[in-house]
């Protein structure tokens, strides 16, 4: 991409109205625009990180079974009507009546919706386990709408739902999941550590939420140190191990570790001092296995091996990549902007041509661009007029991992200086060397 023809409004100065650094940072490099209060566009290097993190989510998912569809962002309210939680809702939900006026709602979630496709064609025992998701748009009229795409009102999620017979199965597909989570916020660079989450009425040992630690999180919360050490699940995990993924699900929640809602003061201080924790975090993953709920009032069941019918069992999976990704800020910056992980940068390499018209460095420029283009690499390619110096401010701004600088004097020599966003080394090479360290 060509910065000269791109659309990347960096902002000069800082927003006023950003609170937390992730919001400044999204605002002023032009990832994120909001267009009324708790609502955003992502503009176009935004949408770039914003695919990256669902591409992970994804894969993730899939890897561990699950099928990817997706449902509507409007739903009709007789559906939730079915389940009792039209009412129950309350003021978070939004409601909406059409020309017949029928009431709708834009979804704040989707167990109603999935559970009666499932009724629909799920009969037998057989067609299970099933786990169905998709990442789509949802809108929740929060009180207080804040830090910008961190909590907004209309926000993604990518919302998993299971079918089981049993329970003993149902934890089956919980644990997939666990795992399923710990690979992908690893993979997003972060270090999340799943909580016990409060279950309300439905009570039980299963609901984790993953949070992730940063000066700026909304939650309060109490672990164990070791969490840092814990290998995460490796790419060849064996999903349909059952008593493999319980190990895992054990292993990650055998220390203390609990938000201020679960916390137990007792079980803290029982830590010895040196390996307490206590911090702030934010959530970015929420997983729930509730039984019946849905599916016994909605009349979801399945015929089992006894030839008698039986309601499914149940579990949902939230992630909430909108958050995601000024989360990863949270954890990733420093004073001269955003230091993306390899994984989810915009861009993977910036090159940046001092002087353009410069016979020289146009060539080496146009050489890199096209090379590392070919070979699939994401390049943003700075041609622009601006100085020097607003040019190296930009790029540390928005944080590409590598950036290749050409300037006229080295390119004369055949040379470029590559420069580690995160390191802040500089190296000056050949461009067949420069070449072989970004591609090889
Ligand atoms: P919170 O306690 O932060 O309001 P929640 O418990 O309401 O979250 P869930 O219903 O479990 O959230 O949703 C699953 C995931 O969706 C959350 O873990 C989070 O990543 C994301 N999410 C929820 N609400 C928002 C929001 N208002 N803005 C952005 N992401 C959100
Ligand atoms: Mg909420």
Redesign the pocket.
Known sequence: MRLSRYFMPILKENPKEAEIVSHRLMLRTGMIRQQSQ?IYSWLPLGKRVLDKVNAIVREEQNRAGAVELLMPTLQSAELWQESGRYEAYGKEMLRIADRQDRPMLYG??NEEMITDIFRSYVKSYKNLPLNLYHIQL?F?D?IR?RFG?????E???K?AYSFDLTKEDAIHSYNKMFVAYLRTFARLGLRAIPMRADTGPIGGNHSH??IILAETG??EVFSHKDFVNFDIPSEDTDFDDVAGLQAVFDKWTSIYAATSEMHDEAAFDAIPETDRMSARGI????I?YFGTKYSEPMGAKVQGPDGKEHPVHMGSY???P???VPAIIEASHDENGIIWPASVAPFDVVVINMKPGDEGCDRLCDSLYAGLGKAGKDVLYDDTDDRAGTKFATADLIGVPVQVIVGPRSAASGEVEVKDRKTGAREVMTLEAAMNRLVG
Do not use: N, W
């Not at 795409?149 to 009102?153: F, H, K, L, P, V």
């Open positions: 708790g704040p979630t949802k929740r929060e709408p795409t961190m909590r907004s009102r926000f993604l999620m919302d939420e993953f909304e939650s959530e970015v993953g929420h729930f939230g992630i909430g909108t958050r995601l």
